[in-house]
Structures are given as structure tokens and as C-alpha cells.
């Protein structure tokens, strides 16, 4: 299994009910930030999703942080990670036409996605 699969196992067993959410949801966990789920776009073979925590700025403003897009592909049980935003920056995975990629940026952000979800299953988020 590798972690693609790993990966969309953990984000199912955190968000069982991931494909009947209609648009956003929010995951609690008593002493930890939310995290907000929001559902991007959805076809048959893919849907793509945003996870983020939000903390509040001594200014008042709410920032995202972190804050990743992630392609959820049902038929073959895997998930990947399309981009990450925190307060260091933003980086994407695929070019803006899906022609080119940068492996490593896959790499570190699957990576960096698998440990986040383990985290917030620890952690007991929950719908």
C-alpha cells in the first residue's frame, strides 16, 4: 500500500462520511483548533477538498493555517495533496495548466498530509 492509499484511508476513517457532505463541515476536538472541510469540486472520478484550521490574528483576522487542497479519487481509494498555504507560504504541486509537477513538492506535501491526518485522529477530530 503506498501512501496515497494510506492517506485516503486515514482521511476516510477521520471523515467517514466524506462523500455524502454536500459542501462544508466542521471537524471538533475538545482542547484543539477546528478544522474546516470544504468541498471544492466534485465530478465522478474526483473530488477535491480543502482542510484547514483557522486562528485568530492578534489584528481579529482569521488565518488559514494550515491550509491544503486535496484530490480525492473513490474508484481507486487514494487522495493526494494539491496544495499548501500556512503563514510562510504557499506552494502547489501541479503547474496551473497540469502539464508539469514538481516531485519533490508531492513528495513533502503527501508526506506532510499523511502526519496531519494521523495527528487529527490522535487527536479524536470528529464531525
Same mark, same amino acid.
Given at each position: ?7 485516503? @484511508?486515514? +482521511? +476516510?476513517? +477521520? $471523515? ?8 462544508? !463541515?466542521?471537524?471538533? !476536538? ?8 470544504? $468541498?471544492?469540486? @466534485? ?19 482569521? $488565518?488559514?493555517?494550515? =491550509?491544503?487542497? $486535496? ?14 498555504? =500556512?503563514?510562510?507560504?504557499? @506552494?502547489?504541486?501541479?503547474? =496551473? ?31
Amino acid at each position: 500500500m503506498d501512501i496515497y492509499q494510506k492517506n485516503y @484511508r486515514k +482521511l +476516510l476513517q +477521520l $471523515i467517514p462520511t466524506l462523500h455524502e457532505i454536500k459542501s462544508a !463541515a466542521k471537524l471538533t !476536538a475538545p482542547g484543539y483548533m477546528n478544522l474546516n472541510l470544504d $468541498i471544492l469540486n @466534485r465530478h465522478h472520478k474526483k473530488t477535491v477538498i480543502a482542510l484547514s484550521h483557522y486562528y485568530k490574528h492578534p489584528s481579529g483576522d482569521m $488565518i488559514a493555517d494550515p =491550509d491544503m487542497t $486535496i484530490a480525492v479519487y473513490s474508484a481507486n481509494e487514494t487522495i493526494e495533496a494539491l496544495t499548501y498555504q =500556512d503563514c510562510f507560504g504557499y @506552494r502547489k504541486v501541479y503547474d =496551473d495548466d497540469l502539464m508539469a509537477f514538481s516531485p519533490s513538492t508531492k513528495k513533502e506535501l503527501n508526506s506532510f498530509l499523511g502526519q496531519w491526518l494521523t495527528n487529527l485522529l490522535e487527536q479524536g477530530h470528529a464531525l
